[in-house]
């Protein structure tokens, strides 16, 4: 079964499992809702630092290109370093759930009655349930 929802305390009670579809991508996850969002936070963390990591030793590498690029002696150095940088495979920044702010107008006041009912005869069918009902709802 699948459930959509948003009601936190619902998934955490009912679902033993999480998919979680974002960029197009299905995640599974196993346990409840706070389990699902504390291994997916932990995994952006993770996925955060090892971006970080890598830019630093590209950016590292990057200066020493830069620094002896013209230096005929250090030609071959250079050129390994570019190639090191070209067959990196560059880990995906992490990107968040978009989020959404909505805001209502208030409401105008209704005045009274909301609901009104005179003499009513309710049912269903030819089955009558209640007769000559009185009803207001201010």
């Not at 409840?32 to 630092?49: G, H, I, Y």
């Amino acid at each position: 079964m699948v459930i959509v929802s948003h009601a936190r305390d619902f998934l955490n009670a009912v679902c033993e499992e999480m998919i979680h579809f974002f960029n197009q991508k299905l995640t599974y996850y196993k346990g409840n809702f706070d389990s699902f969002e504390r291994v997916r936070n932990e995994k952006m963390r993770l996925q955060r630092r090892q971006r970080d990591s890598q830019q630093a030793s590209i950016e590292h590498i990057q200066k020493f290109i830069d620094k002896f690029r013209y230096n005929a002696k250090r030609a071959s150095l250079v050129q390994s370093r570019i190639k090191r940088v070209q067959k990196m495979d560059i880990v995906e920044d992490v990107v968040c759930d978009p989020t959404c702010i909505f805001i209502f107008p208030n409401p105008e006041k209704i005045s009274p009655p909301m609901l009104r009912l005179d003499e009513a005869t309710i049912g269903y069918g030819d089955r009558v349930i209640l007769e000559k009902v009185n009803l207001n709802i201010d």
